[in-house]
């Protein structure tokens, strides 16, 4: 039993026929990538970024949608330069599984998977609050259930054909939000329907609420960082994760300029910070059927397409966690016919459902943001490790994360940023989500952390490849 996890925590040897027949198919190029961030990402641009305004003000929003645009930049730069380098794909995981070990490897595998399952769930709860914005009668619980064993259905029939609907999907939501824009007569002094300056309450909280606002700005770009885990199918990893990921946060950036833009100059600052659907509720402001019909469609495309590619990360998240014998390997069996992890799709359902059927929509965000800010800070950690395992010029980089090490330290001081500012409204939430995470972490101590070999685990791999880089 100890030899059988023991082999499994060595995740595969480089250079074994499994993976040549793997790596002999990369097809992906930086387009294939954009699509991968922003596919999933796009939702946050239709909920959950206003509660920055509830935070800190108008202003704080905007702010914040410019720093952690700077965060995530760095994210990026620093996840391809790594991700360029490991001997297989699954991003901030393979780098914790072979620059910090296996006890952080399983905590931010853990992490990514509750991240993307809050997400989930969250997508649901706007998508049943918008049927119920027509018809209170309808049944959200029932719409809550019948979504998600929806999309897992697509999920466990395979993650090719569901992620290119769900490229498609996005578009035509990114659509509806340009739609919305020109509906506003933005470009018309006289004719405009933007009162930014009228609506605008600027930072009635001071610099403590700018604070406090920044963490929920992670929203407009939560998953981007992401696209790292496209590495290992990628034509040319070096250029196409870093080229991809930027070309996301830009992409994200516009979008995230516009949301605020519109949704500021057409309600107040107390409308907005409490909606559940910013930019539907925006799109009623304009007085158009039309444009308000085409974002309620917009806002549950994006939903229903972040939903869904969530139910692939968090699988493919937990099978990683499975595939290296950190938890129980019936998780990392595939589907003998469609090759999806369908047990971890299975097992994650009832999680993300039980968190949607709470409504508490702050909440779930809340959990989901934590998380992913835990990973974002490891991240910097592991890029200092990294350069310091193996400095410029001993391996081959197909990718260099530039301004080393003022770049992960200016990335770490925008995620402490982030952190403190959700604690300073929901400081109870984050202790839980600590305490979740350190018994979660008992448990692997106690019961896994046995069956795997440290040595092989954490270093093999990587120096195998490393020489193979070098050479």
Same mark, same amino acid.
């Given at each position: 039993m100890e030899e059988k996890f023991a082999a499994a925590g060595r995740g595969g040897e480089v250079g074994s026929v499994a993976d040549a027949e793997h790596k002999s198919h990369k097809t992906l190029g930086p387009v294939h990538v954009w699509a991968l961030g922003v596919g999933i990402v796009l939702v946050g641009e239709f909920m959950g970024w206003n509660l920055t305004i509830r935070q800190g003000g108008t202003m704080s929003a905007l702010i914040g949608l410019f720093l952690m645009s700077l965060m995530y930049m760095g994210q990026v730069m620093m996840v391809s330069e790594m991700a360029t380098v490991m001997p297989e794909a699954g991003g901030q995981y393979t780098m914790a599984k072979y620059l910090l070990g296996p006890l952080a490897a399983f905590n931010v595998g853990l992490m990514a998977v509750l991240e993307y399952a809050m997400l989930e769930a969250g997508d649901v709860i706007v998508v049943g609050q918008l049927l119920n914005s027509l018809d209170p009668g309808i049944n959200v619980i029932a719409f809550t259930l019948l979504s998600l064993l929806g999309l897992a259905w697509i999920n466990y029939h395979g993650a090719h054909s569901s992620l290119t609907i769900n490229f498609f999907i996005t !578009? +035509?939501?990114?659509?509806?939000v340009i739609l919305l824009l020109f509906s506003?007569?933005?470009?018309?002094?006289?004719?405009s329907l933007l009162k930014l300056s009228e609506y605008?309450?600027?930072?009635?909280?001071?610099?403590?609420?700018?604070? !406090? +606002?920044?963490g929920y700005s992670c929203w407009f770009f939560l998953g981007i960082e992401g696209t790292a885990m496209a590495a290992d199918e990628c034509r040319s990893a070096g250029r196409s994760v870093p080229l991809g990921g930027m070309l996301g946060i830009a992409t994200l950036l516009t979008g995230g300029t516009i949301t605020w833009l519109v949704s500021s100059g057409l309600m107040t600052p107390e409308t907005l910070g409490d909606s559940v659907y910013p930019l539907y509720d925006a799109a009623k402001m304009t007085g158009s059927k039309f444009v308000t019909a085409a974002l309620f469609a917009g806002s549950i495309l994006a939903c229903l397409a972040s939903a869904n590619g969530c139910i692939n990360?968090?699988?493919e998240a937990w099978s990683a966690l499975s595939r290296d014998g950190l938890i129980p390997n019936i998780f990392a069996k595939k589907h003998p016919k469609f090759g999806s992890h369908y047990i971890s799709i299975i097992f994650l359902l009832p999680i993300s459902l039980g968190f949607a059927m709470t409504g508490l929509l702050d909440q779930v965000v809340t959990f989901s943001i934590f998380s992913a800010l835990i990973i974002y800070l490891l991240t910097c950690i592991m890029m200092f490790r990294f350069r310091k395992m193996y400095p410029l010029g001993t391996i081959k980089r197909t990718f260099t994360a530039p301004l080393f090490p003022i770049l992960p330290i200016v990335t770490l001081i925008i995620v402490i940023l982030g952190i403190f500012g959700l604690h300073l409204n929901y400081g109870i939430n984050l202790i839980a989500c600590t305490l979740f995470y350190f018994l979660a972490s008992v448990w692997f101590l106690v019961r896994r952390y046995k069956y795997v070999d440290k040595?092989?685990?954490?270093?093999a791999g990587l120096d195998k490849f490393s020489r193979e880089m070098g050479e």
């Open positions: !578009a +035509a939501a990114f659509a509806t506003t007569k933005f470009f018309s002094p006289s004719g605008s309450n600027g930072l009635p909280y001071g610099p403590l609420g700018l604070i !406090a +606002a920044i990360d968090s699988a040595e092989t685990f954490m270093k």
